[in-house]
């Protein structure tokens, strides 16, 4: 095989890993070849080149993937194409947004929370609002942790997977 073709597969099975995940199969796709490009940005018709499909399928997927917070559009001088291209910070942004469903959950299990009186509801309901606010708490310091290590472990020239170990 050729470092191409190890490329495109490690490529869809990436894909395949986030449809088994949860995520929509074409935006799995489109995010994938975002992240095992070398190229500077994309283009709708650079992605549907890469992935074998018609420009118009990878729209939708194009939007999906940049609201999840994970690619921007950016100016290329001399085109008039769209171009994306992923953030240097997708995975703590990604991370970061995930709060915002984990809010809604809190709201709604507050209001259950007061909705019931004592008893298994009440303590169930309690536990839950109790491990995610912890998780709330715990995230922007867990994030700031990570961008501090990877920072020492580029630092002093670690190549090992996952970085340093606390």
């Known amino acids: 095989m050729t470092r191409e073709t190890d490329r495109k597969q490690a ?9 088994g995940v949860g995520m929509q199969r074409m935006g799995a796709r489109v995010m994938s070849a975002f992240l095992f490009t070398e190229k500077e ?6 992605l549907a080149e890469e992935l074998g499909v018609s420009a ?24 008039r ?6 953030l240097d910070n997708a995975w703590t942004t990604l991370y970061s947004r ?17 909705a019931v009186g004592p008893g298994r509801a009440h303590d169930r ?18 994030v700031e942790r990570f961008e501090r290590q990877r920072a020492e472990s580029r630092g002093s020239g670690s190549q090992r997977r996952g970085g340093p170990r606390p």
């Open 98 to 114: 995930q709060h915002s469903v984990v809010d809604a959950v809190l709201r709604a299990v507050d209001t259950g929370v007061e």
């Open 81 to 86: 194409r769209e171009h994306f291209r992923m």
């Open 56 to 79: 118009g399928s990878v729209s939708a997927a194009i939007k999906l993937v940049a609201q999840m917070g994970v690619i921007e559009r950016v100016y290329v001088e001399g085109s």
């Open 11 to 19: 490529a869809e099975n990436m894909a395949l890993t986030l449809v």
């Open 125 to 142: 309901l309690e536990y839950m609002r109790d491990f995610y606010t912890f998780l709330i708490n715990e995230a922007q310091e867990m």
């Open 41 to 46: 940005s994309l283009t709708a018709g650079d």
